[in-house]
Antibody
């Protein structure tokens, strides 16, 4: 069965970086896109960006410009999201999700369990 | 960016009654070439990731109870739960994937 397994929670200081991993199983990794979505405590869902597991092409939200990098490692079937220059308002649960298709425009049919990133001094 | 606005923000419905959640997009998400609305509904229960319920505005995901239905086209969409069950307590989100960036509605909290 399809599964996305994310890395564990992190506590970081302001200005630091965090790298969250998302290991896929149960499907052909390179045939689908991976999208990253975050959710601040008690808040709604925020689309961060996506990456094609086939080509490595990415696109991310304008507000994260210069701070976020999304990558994949097809040999280990793992997607990564790195966020730099962390601020307190980056505190959130970060989700990876599989897009039903190889492109950004897709519904998200499987989700990781979420990774809580806490930014605090 | 396309702004997705849901109404109401919260909703209390009795067990067995109908629940209706609305979603309005700031511009059409209907792609004329394939006549598909790029509108998806998700359900999120506390402490869990979102779950795909409805895609293309009205297509129920496999395994989703048939009391859930989606309707609408263009800019106005509705998620309906025909007979509310206790396990339907959750926050519901609409989302468009017509134009980047993908955007979500603010969510509607459904309670008994």
């Amino acid at each position: 069965q399809v599964q996305l397994t994310q890395s564990g929670g992190e506590v970081k200081k302001p200005g630091a970086s965090v790298k969250v991993s998302c290991k896929a199983s149960g499907y052909t990794f390179s045939s689908y896109a991976i999208t990253w979505v975050r959710q601040a405590p008690g808040q709604g869902l925020e689309w961060m960006g996506w990456i094609s597991a086939y080509s490595g092409h990415t696109n991310h939200a304008q507000k994260l410009q210069g701070r976020v990098t999304m990558t994949t490692d097809t040999s280990t079937r793992t997607a990564y999201m790195e966020l730099r220059s962390l601020r307190s308002d980056d505190t959130a649960v970060y989700y990876c999700a599989r897009g039903r298709g190889s492109s950004w425009s897709a519904m998200f049919d499987y989700w990781g369990q979420g990774t809580l990133v806490t930014v605090s001094s | 960016d396309i702004v997705m606005t849901q109404s109401p923000d919260s909703l209390a419905v009795s067990l067995g009654e109908r629940a209706t959640i609305n979603c309005k997009s700031s511009q059409s998400v209907l792609y004329s070439s394939n006549n598909k609305n790029y509108l998806t509904w998700y359900q999120q229960k506390p402490g869990q990731p979102p779950k795909l319920l409805i895609y293309w505005a009205s297509t129920r995901e496999s395994g989703v109870a048939d009391r859930f239905s989606g309707s609408g086209s263009g800019t106005d969409f509705t998620l309906t739960i025909s007979s509310l069950q206790a396990e339907d307590v959750a926050v519901y989100y609409c989302q468009q994937h017509y134009i980047l960036p993908c955007t979500f509605g603010q969510g509607t909290k459904l309670e008994i």
